[in-house]
């Protein structure tokens, strides 16, 4: 009886130390044994950690498994130092529960091996390999061009132009690819690389029960949020032709300043901040613009998540000759205007209507609004 006991609990004791799923990989090109590793959280928000986990690979190996306790697939990014010109190579590892697996990491295209679904994993990724290098190669040639004095802002519309068309076409290679295999959980992580979020809304139509509810299903959730969260920011765009909604803010002296008071002029609606790098870059531009086109252009300047304190001497530092206004903690302007980057510059014609609507430091912008104001 106690043999038999034993035997049992032995069993149990083995059952409880089963391996956790494990990717083995391998670094073909690393210039040292130092890896650095993030595993992102379930939901694929962020990273865990916002320190990376130093892993050494032993003779250019290492291992790395699901969390225990986890019943969903997880991301870990990697990335190491490589022996071609002293660059560094990044990855990207897919655990999934029941599943282990090998990757080869180099500095072209990483190869999974393992079991069925890794190899399901790699044949999918070799369908992209082309649209991916084509990518590359165009962003390379770009900062090629630029290093070599070319125009920085028609450059950057031939590049988003280029892309543009190599994402729609890897967007429609996803679609396929979900259509033909709405079963494998691989068609969950497919979804991940659609880069459009009504591709993706169609691609989620798509997808089966049995992967969208099994142990891929993190995935699923996260991109059909995105999906609903790009939607809603679209619908509330400023387009060409709104009206913009009215505001008040309070000036840098106190004076209530309504958007209304201003009709009769175009109006740049400059949302920034002095946190914000490349608000305060295009500054030089902004003045240069404004001397220039001054008696018909007004520019209002709205300060965002700064502190009173730090806003006023931002202005006075930079000497912005424009009406200066701040969004403090009680006013909705940003989901009024549905701003999500700074700086975003929003061109309302002297009626009040949107012109144009800039987002980041774009050199377009003060082109545009020569032609705009020499009509």
């Not at 840098?252 to 946190?275: E, T």
């Not at 999500?340 to 377009?364: A, H, N, R």
Request: net charge neutral.
């Amino acid at each position: 009886m106690k043999k038999t006991l034993l035997f049992f609990a032995i069993t149990a004791l083995l059952c409880s130390c089963k391996a956790q799923p494990t990717i083995t990989v391998t670094l073909e090109d690393a210039a040292n044994d130092t890896v650095r590793v993030q595993m992102l959280k379930a939901d694929l928000s962020d990273a865990e950690s916002r320190t990376p986990e130093i892993i050494i690979a032993k003779d250019g190996k290492f291992s790395y498994s699901l969390p225990e306790k986890s019943d969903v697939a997880r991301i870990a990014y990697f990335s190491y130092a490589t022996k071609t010109g002293g660059g560094q190579n990044n990855g990207i590892l897919y655990l999934v529960p029941g599943e282990n697996g090998t990757y080869s990491a180099n500095i072209t295209l990483g190869k999974y091996d393992g079991s069925t679904f890794y190899k399901d994993l790699m044949q999918m990724m070799e369908g992209f390999y082309d649209l991916n290098v084509q990518m590359a190669e165009i962003q390379q040639d770009a900062m090629s061009r630029l290093r070599k004095g070319e125009d920085r802002a028609a450059l950057a519309a031939e590049v988003e132009g280029k892309l543009n068309e190599l994402m729609a076409k890897s967007d429609e290679k996803a679609i396929g690819y979900i259509k033909a295999h709405a079963d494998n959980d691989v068609s969950a992580i497919v979804l991940t690389r659609i880069y459009d979020y009504k591709a993706a809304k169609e691609a989620l139509g798509l997808i089966s029960d049995k992967v969208r509810n099994g142990r891929c299903r993190n995935f699923v959730k996260a991109i059909k949020q995105n999906a609903e969260q790009k939607e809603r920011e679209e619908a509330g765009k400023m387009h060409e032709g709104d009206v913009a909604p009215d505001f008040t803010l309070k000036s840098i002296n106190g004076k209530n300043i309504s958007l209304s008071s201003l009709r009769g002029k175009y109006v740049m609606l400059d949302f920034w901040g002095s946190w914000c790098g490349w608000c305060i870059k295009g500054i030089p531009d902004m003045k240069a613009c404004y001397a220039k086109h001054k008696d018909k252009l007004e520019i209002l300047g709205i300060d965002c998540n700064d502190p009173v304190d730090r806003w006023k001497n931002a202005v006075a530092k930079h000497k912005l000759p424009w009406i200066n206004v701040r969004a403090d903690e009680g006013s909705d302007i940003l989901a009024k205007y549905s701003i999500q980057g700074f700086p975003t510059k929003i061109i309302l014609s002297p009626e009040g209507k949107v012109v144009k609507v800039f987002v980041g430091e774009d050199p377009q912008m003060y082109k545009f609004i020569d032609e705009l104001l020499s009509k």
